[in-house]
């Protein structure tokens, strides 16, 4: 720090934090976190407005503590600024003192009074849950998207990282204009720069006219490039320089067209460990993680589960013009104990299915997770049989049939012992009636309780599935509307 309280930038190639130190410990593990990432230029709180004019920072992390009001004091000061940059407040854990927290700084506009976005309202509305993890997110797409900043977002598959990017893209004054998702996973090597930049007619065989490629098409607006550490490293010079200048060249053509387009990337991957591997250049890295956004996955917000599957399961409903089914107790606690390695992705499916489950009388929550080869605990296996959990409803009829002479029998010699030591051979309509029997039996016994721990399915020694096609097929239903855990 030199003194005037404040130290020289790193190297400009990277983008450029100014670091407000009030707190010296919160302030030496900020920069610790940032200092790979970031060119960090230190101050004090006092002398903070000048440097971040002088500076251009792309943020700004306040790291004082509590109370916040020097970051409201600095984000007051710099008001009027043109296109002012994020700020972050830097505080340590009420409940691990050694956690370091970092909380974005309410929208200036907020607190003047100015309404907000209600397109950018709308986008935040499928981010669905109360949990203080995915309000951090919320918070943070929603003071970064009135600037210019590039955005990386990180997560696993199937957190709703392109909903952040499209709550970011719609609250930012590019909401206009389009916003142009790109899968990288999904674009052959061979075809990368035509897809992102263009091409003319007879550039290479199979180009019979000119292309406009997804950075043109997006010109005004956005690009979203999904899975973008999948863009071979080859390519990645090319991506970086039109990020910078703002120059696309297509394929084929000598020309240049001039494009004006902000940058969101999302990957499941640590963009940093694949730099350090050799296989994503560090300076593009640099240029797109200049706001990174972390989406946690489902299993680090559970509290939201119950609220997300209700969700999901209305609109499922919706769409087969059905009334909406009620989630059970035991729905909701299934829900909660599973791991969700798919993530809210995987939960929009299982309720999907569990809707159309319930509206056929397939059961519900349990069967769908099952259905997608998940393990639910308490669920039904036959006598000494394991039973195959990834059995389809479909498959489930097949399955019924061929076991149907064997359970008969089965039954038969468990209700009535002195016919099975006998010669006599029951015939098709005494086995049938048998099987009936025992069926209305063990619902008699459960309460009507088809699968899970003491359930019908369990009693009889057979998948959930299994069990509801022998109640269709011998027409044995309950008189009123089903819940899916009956």
Same mark, same amino acid.
């Given at each position: ?64 503590? $509590? ?20 700020? $972050? ?230 769409? $087969? ?79 019924a049939e061929a076991t149907q002479v064997a359970d008969a029998t089965r039954i038969a010699d468990a209700t009535h012992p002195s016919d099975a030591t006998t010669d006599r051979v029951l015939t098709q309509i005494e086995m049938q009636n048998r099987e009936r029997s025992n069926l209305l039996e063990a619902l008699r016994c459960s309460g009507w309780k088809l699968y899970g721990p003491g359930g019908a399915a369990q009693l009889v020694g057979v998948k959930p599935t299994t069990l509801a096609s022998r109640l269709r097929r011998f027409g044995i239903e309950r008189r009123h509307r089903h819940k899916l855990s009956p």
């Amino acid at each position: 720090m030199n003194g005037n309280g404040r130290t020289a930038c790193l190297p400009l190639s990277r983008p450029r934090l100014v670091l407000a130190g009030g707190d010296a410990e919160l302030t030496e593990w900020v920069r610790r976190l940032f200092e790979t990432r970031f060119a960090i230029a230190m101050c004090s709180v006092e002398t903070a407005a000048s440097e971040v004019r002088s500076a251009a920072p792309d943020l700004i992390v306040v790291a004082t503590g $509590l109370p916040w009001s020097d970051g409201h004091a600095l984000a007051q000061a710099l008001d009027g600024e043109i296109a002012p940059p994020p700020i $972050l407040l830097a505080d340590r854990s009420s409940t691990n003192e050694s956690r370091l927290l970092l909380f974005p700084l309410p929208e200036r506009g907020a607190r003047q009074g100015v309404a907000p976005n209600p397109v950018g309202r709308r986008a935040v509305r499928e981010l669905v849950g109360r949990s203080v993890l995915l309000r951090n997110v919320i918070e943070q797409a929603r003071i970064v998207g009135p600037t210019e900043a590039s955005v990386l977002i990180t997560g696993e598959s199937g957190t709703g990282k392109e909903l952040v990017a499209r709550a970011i893209h719609e609250q930012s004054p590019r909401r206009r204009r389009p916003l142009e998702i790109v899968n990288c996973a999904c674009i052959p090597r061979e075809l990368f720069e035509s897809e992102f930049f263009g091409h003319v007619k007879g550039a290479f065989t199979g180009a019979v006219r000119d292309r406009v490629g997804r950075f043109e098409a997006a010109n005004g607006g956005s690009i979203l490039l999904d899975e973008v550490a999948e863009i071979p490293l080859e390519l990645q010079g090319k991506l970086l320089r039109v990020l910078e200048g703002g120059h696309v060249q297509r394929v084929g053509e000598d020309r240049t067209h001039h494009v004006n387009v902000r940058a969101i990337a999302a990957t499941n991957q640590n963009l940093a460990h694949e730099v350090e591997r050799g296989r994503f250049r560090r300076d593009l890295y640099y240029r797109l993680c200049v706001f990174p956004i972390h989406v946690p996955s489902l299993r680090e917000r559970r509290e939201d589960i119950a609220l997300l599957a209700r969700h999901f399961l209305r609109r499922a409903a919706e769409r $087969l013009g059905e009334p909406e089914v009620p989630l059970s107790n035991r729905d909701l606690a299934v829900l909660q104990a599973h791991d969700w390695p798919g993530n809210v992705r995987e939960l929009l499916h299982v309720m999907e299915r569990a809707a159309i489950l319930a509206r056929n009388g397939l059961g519900g929550v349990e069967v769908a997770l099952q259905m997608g080869g998940a393990r639910v605990a308490g669920s039904a296996q036959s006598d000494g049989r394991q039973v195959d959990e990834t059995t389809h409803v479909g498959e489930a009829t097949h399955v019924a049939e061929a076991t149907q002479v064997a359970d008969a029998t089965r039954i038969a010699d468990a209700t009535h012992p002195s016919d099975a030591t006998t010669d006599r051979v029951l015939t098709q309509i005494e086995m049938q009636n048998r099987e009936r029997s025992n069926l209305l039996e063990a619902l008699r016994c459960s309460g009507w309780k088809l699968y899970g721990p003491g359930g019908a399915a369990q009693l009889v020694g057979v998948k959930p599935t299994t069990l509801a096609s022998r109640l269709r097929r011998f027409g044995i239903e309950r008189r009123h509307r089903h819940k899916l855990s009956p």
